[in-house]
């Protein structure tokens, strides 16, 4: 791709005629029609002659049927596992073009798509992942959240920004942590008055190799202005984004040049315009029901049972499944939509920490769904802990990556597993990146795993603190990350499964 101008490519349009491809082959491919594919969701990958599959799975809400023909896919097209993003979307590994055409068939069949997954497009919504269930909510994400993803899908052909945008959706003002390293980010806020609940809306947030929090754009936006809201900050991505350098295009860096106060007055402008122009959908809900927690219940100890959330509605659970590097078997994720539906509310709740949830859980159905998991090898213990390492999939499958971030967590897990019960590591965020652009948002963890190495053997695996959180967005954005002198600590394990699959890459 280093021979070919992507902003050019972008001006003479990023349709691709993929089943011309899959007829003619993987040497058949340009480098222009390399990047229009990615645009597509369908990314090269590390390895020679396959692709990876990104879909899209608004607010990360994937339906049973959906999840099991997803599944299917793999096993007929891919290598036997699903990846769960950090967008809380999935994707598929090791497809040859041959296979994509049939592969966008059957996903279409169940409501998936891949489209704008990758390249400069705007990218997966995510939402809390206890959207739905929180007893603080202000307004529900599911509705908003697919409003949004349909605009997106509509428009994503058509859609010529200079960089990608991360959206991102908050029931409450609690829960808000995505926002504020999001493109642009919508915050349901109840009205003080007692009338319908607004959006906050914040952009120009990121991570990657300039970090930055997010600002606040827009106060009491109306419901239904939702959508020309959307549209008016991707206007700044395709009018004030600097196209002369890919370092510099991300809309974060537009406040760096033109100010906190100008960018505001710029979001000013396009939201009228985007309102002007008309011919948008919207969403309007009145008031929230207001429902109370249920106490958690108790395992035989007496003891809460730190798997399982309370919901809002009465006698209801959520139960968390760990997914380890958000990898998971075809016969597992499976398994998954089989408990969703016998025990839950038919959906496998995908969350950007790589885990999947099951809601919807009777108290009495608590103690099966979690026996039902176990048999898959499926931990329910231990989320938001050290040993739940987040990790982006790096060069065990990724091209650009410069490190085996998979093959180190894997190690990270497995060397501090011990700890997981822990009163002092209960919270306690690893996440490991396999290059800066930082996937696996390493800068928002306790301690962040970084290599910049490619010799595979003889590497050492480091854990460097990071005393920035997601949840210090007060902070001002030229304060995002400070050095630390922590010497870092050597980790590593011989059972690591991943292993294997880094030597063979390696060579």
């Known amino acids: 791709m280093a021979s070919v101008r992507i902003e050019d490519v972008k001006t003479i349009g990023i349709g691709v005629d993929i089943d011309l491809l899959a007829r003619t082959g993987f040497e058949s491919i340009s480098d222009e029609d390399r990047y229009r594919l990615k645009t597509q969701g369908v990314c090269a990958q590390r390895q020679v002659g396959v692709f990876m599959l990104r879909i899209r799975v608004p607010g990360g809400k994937a339906k049973a049927a959906a999840l099991r023909r997803v599944a299917d896919l793999a096993d007929r097209h891919g290598h036997g596992s ?77 859609t010529n920004i200079s960089r990608k945008m991360n959206p991102s959706f908050a029931c409450s003002p609690n829960c808000d942590d995505h926002v504020a390293t999001s493109d642009m980010g919508f915050v349901a806020t109840p009205d003080p008055a007692g009338g319908p609940a607004t959006f906050v809306v914040w952009g120009a947030g990121g991570l990657g190799a300039t970090p930055r929090l997010a600002i606040e754009l827009f106060r009491n936006l109306p419901q239904s202005a939702l959508v020309p809201a959307f549209d008016a900050v991707v206007s700044i991505g395709k009018k004030y984004g600097d196209r002369s350098s890919r370092a510099k295009a991300k809309i974060k860096l537009v406040v760096d040049k033109l100010g906190v106060d100008r960018v505001r007055e710029i979001f000013t402008e396009e939201l009228a315009a985007a309102k002007a122009a008309g011919s948008y959908g919207a969403v309007q809900i009145a008031e929230p029901l207001e429902q ?63 885990n999947a ?69 209960r919270d306690f965020r690893i996440h490991v990146s396999g290059c800066p652009h930082s996937c696996a948002k390493h800068q928002v963890a306790d301690r962040t795993g970084r290599r910049a190495d490619r010799a595979c053997r003889r590497a050492r695996r480091s854990v460097h603190p990071l005393p920035w959180r997601q949840r210090t967005r007060a902070a001002p954005r030229d304060d995002v990350r400070e050095k630390d002198p922590t010497p870092a600590r050597r980790v590593g394990h011989p059972r690591s499964p991943f292993r294997f699959r880094r030597e063979r890459a390696c060579g």
């Open 82 to 158: 699903l990846h769960i993003t950090t967008r809380g979307g999935l994707e598929l590994h090791h497809v040859k073009i041959e296979s994509v055409p049939s592969v966008f068939d059957a996903l279409a069949e169940v409501g998936l798509t891949t489209k704008g997954t990758c390249g400069d497009t705007v990218r997966n919504v995510i939402a809390c992942a206890h959207a739905g269930t929180y007893a603080g909510e202000v307004l529900p994400p599911e509705p908003f959240v697919r409003l949004l993803h349909d605009r997106i899908v509509e428009k994503s052909d058509a």
């Open 292 to 354: 109370a927690a249920a106490a958690p219940p108790r395992d035989p100890s007496g003891f809460v049972a730190s798997d399982v959330v309370a919901q809002k509605q009465p006698d209801r659970f959520t139960l968390p499944a760990l997914v380890p590097m958000g990898e998971i078997a075809t016969h597992a994720a499976r398994a998954l939509a089989d408990a969703a539906e016998r025990y839950g509310d038919g959906i496998v709740h995908l969350t950007p920490d790589q």
């Open 357 to 425: 949830e099951i809601q919807g859980i009777r108290s009495a159905d608590i103690a099966a769904a979690r026996e039902a998991l176990a048999r898959t090898g499926l931990h329910t213990r231990g989320r938001g802990g050290i040993g739940d390492v987040v990790s982006c999939v790096g060069l065990e499958y990724c091209p650009i990556a410069v490190a085996h971030s998979m093959t180190m967590g894997e190690e990270i897990a497995l060397a501090f597993g011990g700890l997981t019960d822990a009163p002092r590591y």
